[in-house]
């Protein structure tokens, strides 16, 4: 079993920099972690993910450029740090654990409880 808990959201002002943590309990090595965002009365959307190494990396065309996924096996943690935040980028921000590389979110298998992340204009 894994446990993922999200950490780092907060309120940031537009063109201010959040860094979110994810620290995974369980067998996570060699999985892929994503994450992905949701606002109110919307679907759950693609961020970014990344392969086990960090060599492969992939991201929304929204935030390629601004946002950045890495990981550190040592502490079992995943981390999307986020520059040059927009309003639009306001959402709760969820990572998760896959064994696949994907943009789906059926393709993951564990999911945290979410983190609220809010730019001001």
């Known amino acids: 079993q894994v446990q993922l808990v999200e950490s780092g959201g907060g309120l940031v002002q537009a063109g201010g920099s959040l860094r979110l943590s994810c620290a995974a309990s369980?067998?996570?090595?060699?999985?892929?972690y994503g994450w992905f965002r949701q606002v109110p009365g919307k679907e759950r959307e693609f961020v970014a993910h990344i392969n086990w190494s960090g060599g492969s990396t992939r991201y929304a065309d929204s935030v390629k450029g601004r946002f950045t996924i890495s990981r550190d096996n040592a502490k079992n943690t995943v981390y999307l740090q986020m520059n040059s935040l927009k309003p639009e980028d306001t959402a709760v921000y969820y990572c998760a654990v896959g064994g696949v590389r994907s943009i789906r979110q059926n393709d993951y298998d564990y999911w945290g409880q979410g983190t609220q992340v809010t730019v001001s204009s």
């Open positions: 369980g067998r996570t090595f060699s999985s892929y």
